[in-house]
């Protein structure tokens, strides 16, 4: 069994970080998603200098805990006035990171295979714990959790956040399309353990 969560994980992996090259060198998915920051050149400073700290900051921003400790009347018109600035626009959630790193560097690629190999190393513990014989139905398996994990982790910040939908669209779409394939390798490689009392097929895999 450790022989294939190790297998697993790396053949997932592996298809996850090709499907990722695919998705935005090939298919360009983000394209649709994102543009350009106009005046980027004038505006990046200006986002280094006025914030403190490597971070993510909405506008326009509700200080709760200030908030709360205002008399009645204050505490009322601190949040009509935050409700009308949200309601009026604009609004955001601004990432920023104040010196820059290389966007083709080795740390940048092996952080992001150390988070698809856990990722394809929990897939391969769930492949081979659902006792399913049929590549297809742990494939299909694997695909539903891909859409959940997709739908949980991206579809909220529409409303929590009011992101863009075509950024949140996108989101989903890749972290479905991702799984998806790596769901595809995993379950050709990870197949459950026969249970007691059960022969296994010529091939080594369990009777359909």
Do not use: N
Not at 97 to 105: A, M, S, Y
Not at 187 to 197: C, I, L, S, T
Request: hydrophobic share 55%.
């Amino acid at each position: 069994m450790v022989r294939k969560l190790i297998l697993g994980t790396v053949v997932g992996a592996v298809a996850a970080f090709l499907w990722a090259y695919v998705s935005w060198s090939a298919v360009r998915l983000y394209d649709w998603a994102v543009q350009p920051l106009p005046a980027a050149a004038e505006l990046a400073p200006q986002f280094a200098r006025a914030v403190p700290r490597d971070g993510a900051y909405a506008f326009p921003w509700l200080d709760v805990d200030a908030v709360r400790a205002m008399p009645p009347a204050e505490h009322d018109r601190a949040i009509a006035d935050w409700r009308t600035a949200t309601q009026e626009g604009p609004t955001g959630v601004l990432l920023v990171r104040r010196e820059g790193r290389d966007p083709l560097g080795a740390a940048r690629y092996a952080t992001a295979f150390g988070y698809f190999a856990l990722c394809a190393f929990l897939m391969s513990v769930l492949m081979a714990t659902m006792r399913c014989p049929s590549w297809v139905g742990r494939w299909t398996i694997g695909m539903l959790i891909a859409l959940f994990a997709a739908m949980a982790a991206d579809g909220p910040d529409l409303a929590w956040y009011q992101l863009p939908a075509r950024w949140v669209y996108a989101g989903i779409a890749d972290t479905f399309l991702t799984w998806t394939v790596a769901a595809a390798a995993i379950a050709g490689v990870v197949r459950p353990a026969a249970a007691p009392g059960t022969p296994a097929s010529p091939s080594g895999t369990l009777p359909a």
